[in-house]
């Protein structure tokens, strides 16, 4: 017998799958298991401590996660670093040291981002001030130096015209020395 051809064989695979769909045994069978986890933990408050007055501080533990910002998706950054800290609070409670894991979230993305604008621009204009005041400053050394420029050119023409003053006073006292 021949063998039936290769499109046929897809054909029959696509509609095999078709008819049954999606397979979600494992995802059932995971459900299944955190949902008795999840009773269990309840039944014996595994995740509930109160927190007892005195304990040893060699018998505490205490951890914190940086809160995720809410103005983004999480992401695997975000499980990478809670999941550290989850770790050490469970080894922790094993060891049965008395643990303290605050855990939240908050929203302040837009705040810092609107903050951060704020500095600056203020950072901004606080050196626009300055290079302000050092442009008058420098426009202002500008106009002194023009100003000793004229009294100088004055001054020297002054003494031009003093020196045209003096020549002409001694050859009118030669002349006048020459009459008597």
Known sequence: SNPPPLGRLVAAAIMATESKGPSFARRDKLIEIQKKAQERWDKEKCFEQDAP?????????FVTFPYPYMNGMLHLGHTFSLSKTEFSMGYERLKGKHTLWPFGFHCTGMPIQAAADNLRRDIINMYQELYDKEDEKVE???KVEEQKKKVEEKEKLLEEVRGKLETERKAREEVEGGKK
């Open 53 to 61: 007055a005195g304990v040893d501080a060699k018998n505490k533990h």
């Open 140 to 142: 202002e050394e500008k």
